[in-house]
């Protein structure tokens, strides 16, 4: 399956940080440190301690979840483009959106107020779009040697494991492959509500589907010491290669 | 007679599915025959994924806490307010542990409730859940309260987790309250003599 690379058509990049319990953040002041402004919209939740904050970026847009334990940066598609796209909205093939939110987290390491972390994981939502299930089907058991479907006759497939391996970067270190491979359909349909009514629901478009594969490449919980700071990049370039060659070569060892 | 239109995408957890959940406005892989309302995700240590908490667990932890009114508790004795938290991890797991890191920093709950409840997850038996509480406890030894970290010292000595060793000596190495330091050294020794 080498080069299938570029049929992966990418929904959802994720990176999520797990600080170590001696981070104290009390309001992250990250986004405006990384993108030189404020953020288009910006919602606190002072009972949880929580923050989600996003705004335009490049091909999408960028979410910041802080959470005392967790910290998401998601890089995803912009919402008002729902009204326009025909099937599954994107952010594009996987290898350029990689090459945008990778370097921006990479910044994010390196300002002084990034926390210290003891878990790193890089998430990511592809799809391939295809013709119907079963042509899907066909497609996703390329990906998958060892599993054989009778396509025709077979629904509700879903697929998902995890890989672990040693990491080259950090010695004693092992990381979390997962990945969860199925098909998706969408489909625009519009409701319409009716006070002391059912709501009913018009197709408005053809259904339209995609393989999609789901990663999560993250370094074990088992691990918990502190990453050197200077660790961070090298480690998250090795999620990304790890989450790429599944992406081409499909479920393998 | 109101009439409200709305167009959106939706995307089939299933094609066989019956149930109104089938059908969310998200584009979600195909998922299962299941008719039942709705199919978690196996909870897993390794998935990083990002879930919705449940609604009620909140107000719920609030509801514990009893915001705003100063509550008082018997050392090391079993109180309503312990059972009740122990009963929200067992059943919430990790969810609980998250809100519950936020209800730390949240000024209108009374020290004293946030010191019982670290010492009570040192305490409790509930191993899907030991590596939230022990982030948990640790995290609170930087409390800005002296009352919270004297919890989280006890629940790290209830933990007796070697692991926690880094955080306590630089939690030492900060403390300005000197019967607090001792106590914290105190459990540290029991660390390194584990």
Known sequence: MDGQLAAWETQTLRLTAFPSPSAQIIRPTWWRELMGDEPESS???????????????????????????????????????????????????????????????????????????????????????????????????????????????????????????????????????????????????????????????????????????????????????????????????????LGLEIVNQGDIP | MSTATVEMDLALHSFTRTDPEAFIPANIGEKSSWTKPSQEDEPSENATTQHDRPRELGEKLKALFNVDRQQAFEDGMESEFSRGLIALIKHYGNSALVELTGILRNERVSEEALSEALRWIGRMNHPPSYEGRRWAIQHSLFHPSARVRDGAALGVAFLDDTRAIPDLKQAIRVEAIRELREDMEQVLAQLEST
């Open chain 1, 43 to 241: 919602i606190s939740q002072p009972r949880k301690g929580g923050l989600q904050e996003e705004g335009v970026y490049e091909n999408g847009k960028l979410v910041l979840v802080f959470e005392p334990t967790r910290i998401h940066w998601l890089y995803t598609p912009m919402d008002d483009e729902k009204q326009q796209a025909k099937d599954f909205l994107t952010i594009g093939p996987l290898r350029d959106a990689l090459s945008t939110f990778i370097p921006l987290m990479n910044r994010w390491f390196e300002l002084e107020t990034c926390p210290s972390v003891q878990r790193l994981a890089l998430g990511a939502i592809v799809l391939q779009p295809v013709q119907d299930l079963q042509t899907g089907y066909q497609q996703l058991m390329q990906y998958l040697n060892s599993v054989q479907l009778d396509v025709d006759n077979s629904s509700d497939f879903l697929y998902q494991i995890n890989r672990r391996r040693d990491s080259t970067v950090v010695p004693g270190l092992r990381i979390n492959r997962l990945s969860k491979w199925s098909v998706a359909a969408m489909q625009r349909q519009m409701i319409s509500m009716q006070i002391a009514s059912v709501p009913t629901r018009h197709e408005v478009s053809p259904l339209y589907f995609a393989c999609r594969l789901e990663l999560d490449i993250n370094t074990v919980p088992e691990f918990q010491h502190e990453f050197d700071r200077g660790m961070l990049s090298p480690i998250l370039q090795e999620l990304a290669d």
